[in-house]
């Protein structure tokens, strides 16, 4: 092999061990930052708004209360979770729902009440959200029965 031909090689080498130091620092960079913060939106007009009588009459009353159950992993099946109006997911302590699950972020996603309907967001996290198999990519209407998949937990609304 010619001298021009190994000094070409190593450097291909060295900018692929660059590039996968890049990826590593993108990934601790995407964990370790804090959620952004969203401006709130502003109230639909009354001429806008989606929904049977009977879902706004629900709105109206305040009477919606859902949870989310664990689904899989087996050893977790059945656990409950109430949801409020805001519901944090991940691994880190301070999320109301806890995940022991190496593919879930510290602070995977949020859950919220808005306009009487359950949302779920992913906030940045690695290996995305995923609600009825579908990738969360904006904040998403959950329904009853939805299933919602952080790396291999699957929770379910009811």
Not at 29 to 48: C, L, S
Not at 112 to 138: A, C, I, K
């Amino acid at each position: 092999m010619s001298e021009q031909l190994l000094a070409l090689l190593k450097l291909c080498l060295l900018a692929l061990l660059y590039l996968f130091f890049l990826r590593v620092l993108w990934a601790v960079w995407i964990q370790v930052r804090a959620p952004k913060k969203r401006a709130p939106r502003r109230p639909r007009a009354e001429g806008k708004r989606r929904g049977s009588v009977a879902a706004r009459a629900k709105r109206a009353t305040g009477a919606m209360v859902g949870r989310l159950v664990v689904l899989e992993p087996a050893e977790l099946a059945g656990r409950e979770f109430p949801l409020g109006d805001e519901l944090t997911v991940g691994r880190a302590a301070g999320c109301q729902v806890t995940l022991d699950d190496t593919y879930a972020s510290q602070i995977h996603a949020r859950i919220f009440r808005r306009e009487g309907n359950f949302m779920v967001e992913d906030l940045g996290s690695t290996n995305g959200t995923y609600l009825n198999r579908h990738r969360v990519s904006g904040p998403m209407v959950m329904q009853t029965g939805d299933r919602l998949q952080i790396g291999s937990t699957v929770l379910e609304l009811t």
